[in-house]
């Protein structure tokens, strides 16, 4: 290479990996892009085993590093390692000194190791005529490197498939985003011919600089953006006139006999500046498209304001550049086109913040002039004369053709490189869709939780709602047990008033007349005054009580349900919402509570009080005689302590043991009263509290029955965004994987 006489001359380093394992080899191999690998044998490898963990599983060059040959354990081992399938060995250049020819030659050219070049020769010679019979010549490098066309196909294949698998992920994450067209255009353009996208301002000469390149006037100049759509030109081997068509999907495509359209599309595009708004957005929307993008700036009027933003736009997709001066003949000498290229480059470097700026000065309408010449041979001469003003207005064109063309050689530095776009070119958009799905992705997680979060709040916030149910339930508990209190408090009164010594009527009445059938007017007073009247309004009461506790179930049940259906219109189907009454959750009522009531009877208990008073009555007057009913008619008449003592003492000594008992026979129907009150008391209570119960039970299972479709669905919700979120995060990898793999690319 050194002694090439050629003036392009390129050196490119080749990628070694050094691994120790064969897991390590394999990998290296495969997903780190090594040219060949060095493999350090350890004390226990035997080459057998590294001829099928390593040898035969890899596919790119393995040398082995072993110790020194001049042991002659370590030479054997050497000879059985290339004859199991090493490509060579590594040593050091003193070891190698120490190496004699006659033992090299033994290492190299054992019979087992001729026979093994000699198969390696004939299926080279085999794939070499394979190749040329398809019309792909063989390019096989250094030590029978994989051919650089395999390589590509490999790629070229694992990205269609990570490419179709990135489509369907992002499909599936934003089944909305339009620009999904992006990246199912560029995967279909991967076997198309490289796209240069030419790109530039309204009247920078765009259509005089395509037809220099193409060596013939196709496109007509005009002072009017006449170009309304984006156009393709591609190749046609009829020699003819341009032909010009539409194609189904929208494209509108020139096929024209232009040579240099065998290896590539051009592509003419809108001004970036001018007033219709539409032309400008197809500029802009094909640029990530682009392999190349070829940016024609005026050199009138260098980095104008729609330039600058134009390339703000193109660094998203993170496009390759190549800037042309045109129109650079109205520079009077070199000093004034070298001080324009200065100010080009620098604010470039700024603007897109690189360093690597690529800019070609050229006047394209000398450069048509000069290929339209009939006079070749003149314009040769001028061309040769370097001191000729006009030979560095044109020369640069040459340059720039000389550039582009050696893009289409995939021998050369430059042509690796337009390899390499045109690969990144669907990266570059899957990456930008990839990016922005993941955001979105992210953004519906978030709000997943907070929607499965919010489901089960609410759920759980019936707990709150049983809670105030009972604070609030305390009033309507205390109002029957008032109700209760006031009834009591009342017969107490008439059973103390009743229960006296002075009652002589009742005596006379109930103990020496024995008049039973008789109802007493203090059990009628207690039985239709007192009882029926507090039963009456307790029923009321209690009545109220339940329909207070069916409406706040009510209220609470459509609280539920509105919340549900007002944060999720649309998430769950309607068959499988829960209407009110559907289900039998609140159908069922409770009836305890007023049932206690209805079984409560005023006449059962007026009849009661009655024989307890009797008992009372007769426990204490019944054995009296005449005498004890002479001193109780005396203390009736007697107003003093002391002369109802004296009545009393006229009695019998049993007389007087008998009446000394009836105050406390007396506070025993009170008593009894009272217990009576308070046992009624406790059962109405227990009852209100059981139907509270039930009422709160049933709207917990309502809330639990009609928000279990909701969170089912914000789960399974929340499940395919992480596993969608996971996919994309595989697929960035593996575009990662892709982009180290492409730029691993180079000359073999």
């Known amino acids: 290479m050194m002694d090439s006489k050629s003036e392009d001359l390129v050196v490119l380093p080749l990628v070694a990996r050094i691994v120790q394992t064969p897991a390590a080899a394999v990998d290296a191999s495969n997903s780190e892009g090594a040219d060949f690998l060095i493999y350090e044998v350890g004390v226990n490898s035997k080459p057998e085993e590294l001829a099928i963990s390593v040898f035969e599983r890899v596919k790119i060059p393995v040398f082995v590093m072993i110790g020194s040959l001049g042991d002659r354990k370590l030479f054997n081992e050497a000879s059985n390692l290339l004859e199991s399938g090493a490509s060579g060995l590594v040593i050091s250049m003193e070891d190698l000194r120490s190496v004699s020819d006659d033992d090299f ?30 019309g792909f010549p063989g390019r096989k490098g250094v030590a029978g490197f994989i051919d650089l066309r395999d390589r590509e196909e490999k790629l070229l294949e694992n990205e269609r498939l990570v490419l179709c698998d990135a489509i369907n992920v992002i499909e599936k994450a934003a089944p909305m985003m339009e620009e999904i067209s992006l990246l199912k255009d560029a995967v279909s353009q991967l076997d198309e011919p490289f796209l240069l996208v030419i790109v530039g301002e309204f009247n920078s000469g765009k259509s005089t600089f395509i037809n220099a390149l193409l060596g ?47 290896e590539m599309i051009i592509v003419d595009t809108p001004g970036t500046n001018v007033i219709l708004q539409r032309q400008q957005r197809l500029t802009e929307e094909f640029v990530p498209r682009a ?39 109205i520079y009077k000498n070199k ?140 009033s309507w508990k205390r109002q029957v047990l008032s109700l209760i209190n006031s009834a009591q408090a009342r017969i107490v009164r008439l059973v103390e008033s009743t229960l006296q010594l002075s009652n002589v009527d009742l005596v006379a009445t109930y103990v020496f007349r024995g008049e039973n059938s008789t109802q007493m007017p203090a059990t009628i007073s207690v039985q239709n005054d007192i009882l029926g009247q507090a039963v009456l309004e307790g029923q009321n009461l209690l009545g109220e009580y339940t329909k207070w506790l069916q409406s706040k179930r009510d209220q609470e049940v459509q609280f539920y349900k509105q919340s549900f259906e007002k944060r999720w219109t649309s998430l769950v189907n309607p068959s499988d919402q829960i209407e009110l009454g559907t289900t039998g959750v609140l159908d069922r009522k409770s009836e305890v509570t007023i049932s206690v009531i209805e079984d409560f009877s005023a006449a059962a208990a007026s009849k009661l009080l009655e024989r307890d008073i009797r008992e009372v009555f007769l426990g204490t007057f019944g054995g009296l005689g005449a005498a004890g009913l002479s001193a109780s008619l005396l203390t009736s008449v007697l107003q003093t302590t002391l002369e109802d003592l004296l009545a009393l003492g006229l009695c019998s000594a049993g007389g007087l043991l008998a009446v000394s ?69 595989i697929i960035e990898k593996k575009l990662k994987s892709l982009r180290i793999d492409i730029q691993n690319l180079h000359v073999s």
């Not at 006449?226 to 096929?255: A, K, M, W």
């Not at 995939?410 to 869709?433: D, N, V, Y």
């Open 291 to 329: 392999d190349l993008l070829l940016f024609l700036m005026s050199a009138d009027r260098p980095l104008t304001e729609s330039e600058v933003s134009f390339l703000r736009y193109t660094q998203q997709w993170s496009k390759k550049v190549v800037f042309v001066l045109n129109k650079s003949d």
């Open 105 to 134: 030659g033994k290492l190299f050219y054992s019979p087992s190791a001729l026979k093994k070049k000699t198969e390696e020769k004939s299926q080279n010679n085999s794939q070499l005529n394979s190749d040329l019979g398809n």
């Open 335 to 474: 000093g004034e086109l070298e001080e324009a290229i200065t100010f080009i480059k620098e604010n470039t470097r700024k603007l897109l913040n690189t360093e690597s700026i690529t800019l070609y000065p050229v006047s394209a309408r000398l450069a048509l002039e000069s290929k339209l010449s009939t006079f070749d041979d003149s314009l040769s001469q001028n061309n040769g004369s370097s001191n000729n003003d006009s030979h560095w207005k044109t020369e640069s064109f040459y340059e720039l053709e000389k550039y582009l063309s050696s893009f289409l050689d995939s021998s050369t530095s430059t042509g690796i490189e337009r390899m390499k776009l045109k690969l990144e070119t669907p990266i570059a958009i899957a990456e930008q869709l990839l990016l922005a799905c993941q955001g979105l992705v992210r953004q519906e997680c978030q709000q997943a939780k907070q929607d499965l979060l919010f489901v089960e709040n609410l759920v759980s916030s019936v707990e709150e709602c049983t809670k105030k149910l009972e604070v609030d339930s305390i």
């Open 661 to 729: 008992n009836f105050s406390s026979r007396r506070q025993q129907v009170v008593d009894k009263v009272k217990r009576t009150a308070d046992g009624l008391a406790r059962e109405l209570e227990e009852a209100m509290q059981k139907e509270l119960l039930e009422t709160t039970s049933n709207v917990e299972d309502f809330v639990k029955l009609i928000g279990k479709p909701y969170q089912v669905r914000a789960q399974n919700r929340l499940d395919e965004l992480l596993a969608t979120a996971e996919e994309l995060t």
């Open 216 to 262: 013939k006037k196709y496109l007509k100049d005009g002072v009017v953006p006449t170009t309304n759509e984006i156009t393709f030109l591609r190749y046609s081997d009829v020699d003819e006139s341009q032909r010009c068509e539409r194609h189904p999907d929208g494209q509108y495509v020139c096929y024209l006999p232009a040579p240099v359209l065998e």
